[in-house]
């Protein structure tokens, strides 16, 4: 089989909101065959399959390793923060796989420090009920001081009422 270069446009994927972007064209090495039919290279693949994610801004490999790092967090850690198996946070580490749309907006969102990993674990609990949320207010409320300031309290005067 011969090899030869040939310009391939990389396109962001559709949403259900719009569809597919054009947003480059590479230069790929493909075979082709006696016939004329052209296969594209692995080489070329992982090309095309890096420029795509870096268009869509997903993180690579090395950047969500170092992440981790920095977070001082262990696979089996991370991966149970953003609920992923252990394998996939493995394969995307290593680079053979990316991770989807969704867990790498958590991964940006925790490399930027918009998110902290305390902030995951604390969403990782489970949810209560609005009469739940009440009496855990109420239970909060027990505990704080029992002082009150404004001029509600006491015929216009602002001084502190102690209950």
């Known amino acids: 089989m011969k090899t030869k270069k040939v310009p391939f446009d990389i396109y962001i994927p559709a949403t259900e909101y719009r569809a597919a972007v054009k947003v480059e064209t590479i230069e790929i090495e493909v075979y082709t065959d006696d016939f004329g039919n052209e296969m594209v290279t692995s080489e070329s693949s992982i090309l095309i399959d890096k420029t795509q994610a870096r268009y869509m801004g997903l993180l690579a490999a090395a950047d969500i390793r170092a992440l981790r790092d920095h977070h001082k967090l262990s696979q089996d850690q991370l991966s149970d923060l953003l609920g992923c198996g252990k394998k996939s946070l493995s394969r995307w580490e290593n680079g053979h796989e990316y991770p989807s749309q969704l867990v790498n907006t958590l991964l940006r969102l925790l490399e930027t420090n918009k998110v ?41 005067t602002t001084e502190p009422i102690a209950m």
């Open 116 to 156: 902290t990993s305390e902030d995951l674990r604390s969403v990782r609990q489970p949810r209560l009920t609005q009469c739940e949320k009440i009496v855990h207010f109420i239970g909060n409320r027990q505990h704080a001081p029992h002082t009150y300031t404004g001029e509600w309290c006491r015929g216009g």
